[in-house]
């Protein structure tokens, strides 16, 4: 009995791990999770203009939210679509790139740059 369960709890679990083909409910999620890594961002963005980071944090953390986008923009880039929704799927790839991108210029926590970074990443995740 604990195989079967335990096989049903990866047959559960696997796809949740970014493959398979993205339906409109798997787009709905990524895309929110892409609008939570641009908001992040921005708040990580906020803190370096105020100075209220450390610049190995600030590097840190802004790569591994980099890494995260640019796992959803290959992701999304490359997966099969159901049919009707490719166009929305490749754009929120794309959109996942542009995060990706502003994440990786916030690594060098420059707070000349970091205001710009903040308002750029805000628009992008239509944080409120």
């Known amino acids: 009995m604990r195989w079967a ?38 708040l990580l963005a906020h803190q370096v203009v105020d100075g209220a980071t450390t610049e190995p944090f600030t590097r840190v953390h802004a790569g591994e939210l980099a890494t995260r986008a640019s796992n959803f923009e290959d992701a999304l880039s490359q997966r099969p679509t159901t049919p009707g929704i490719e166009s929305a799927v490749r754009k929120e790839a794309e959109k996942a790139g542009r995060v990706a991108d502003l994440l990786h210029q916030l690594e060098a926590n420059d707070p000349d740059s970091a205001g710009e970074l903040k308002g750029r990443l805000e628009q992008e995740g239509d944080c409120a």
Do not use: K
Not at 16 to 34: E, K, P, R, Y
């Open 5 to 42: 369960t335990l096989l049903l709890l990866i047959a559960l679990l696997v796809p949740a791990c970014n493959g398979g083909t993205v339906d409109q409910h798997a787009l709905d999620n990524d895309s929110g999770a892409i609008d939570s890594l641009a908001c992040e961002g921005a």
